[in-house]
């Protein structure tokens, strides 16, 4: 079968993790709620998730919640004089990995990409230690070539440092890459690092900044052959709900 990306003027990748590759809500909710049960004082559970950004009733981080978009050092940071935020988070972190959710289709679209040259890194604000016992959970290991978290010296997003880098280990150069993500601050970051960003969810805000929209994951790999045909053709406008076929 032909490889109709290898000569693609897209060679990489970068995603956001949470949100994007990852089933936020599936992910996280309940683990976050785990760290909660395990606060004994109720003034401090209650309102450290109050601060927290987590509905304590319904077990649901909630959609304004830093802990969605922001590092972890800073949403600890909210809370550390409240409890432990050493014990909260590894609870945290210890609970997601038994249930790590990806989002749907994201391992077929992967490793579409993969099998066609293009080479996939991950910027996350979550720690690179917790992102990469993630993608070796969901089998994905071989798939990236580079995984960047906030603490992995090069900044967190929306500044565009652990993008940069995580494309400089991919080998692309500008103008090559693209950033998908979720969020507003992934959106920033991809264009702080000149890269063709890529929106996908529900966010407005991050919808509004991004170069191109998508629905759902499989949407990208037509836009990545849209993006090829572009160079030859001038078009200028992507559907997000065109198929592979369609394009």
Known sequence: MKSWLRTS????????????????EATW?????????????????ETSADMFGYDLASRTV???????????DVVMGLVSDL???????????????????????????????????VKLAI????????????????????LFTSVKGYDSGHGAKPDPGMVLA????????????????????DILAGQAAGATTVAIGNNQGAL???????????????LVKFLQQQETNNSTNFASDATVNDI
């Open 208 to 222: 509004s900044l991004a170069d191109h929209k998508i629905k759902k994951m499989t949407d990208l790999i037509a």
């Open 83 to 117: 409890i432990d935020v050493e014990t909260f988070e590894r609870t945290i972190n210890q609970v997601s990995r038994l249930n790590v959710v990806p989002s749907s289709e994201a391992t077929a679209t992967l490793k579409t990409l993969v099998a066609n040259g």
């Open 62 to 72: 909630l959609p304004h919640s830093p802990f969605v978009s922001e590092s972890n």
């Open 166 to 185: 995580a494309v400089e280990e991919c080998g692309a150069t500008p103008g090559s890459y693209l950033m998908v993500g979720d969020s507003v601050h």
């Open 9 to 24: 003027v897209i060679k990489a990748i970068v995603f956001d993790k949470d949100g994007t590759l990852l089933d936020f």
């Open 123 to 142: 910027a996350t604000n979550d720690s690179e230690g917790a992102a990469r016992h993630h993608v070796s959970a969901l089998g994905w290991t071989q």
């Open 29 to 45: 909710n309940e683990a976050v709620g785990v760290a909660f049960d395990q606060i004994s004082d109720a003034h401090a559970r």
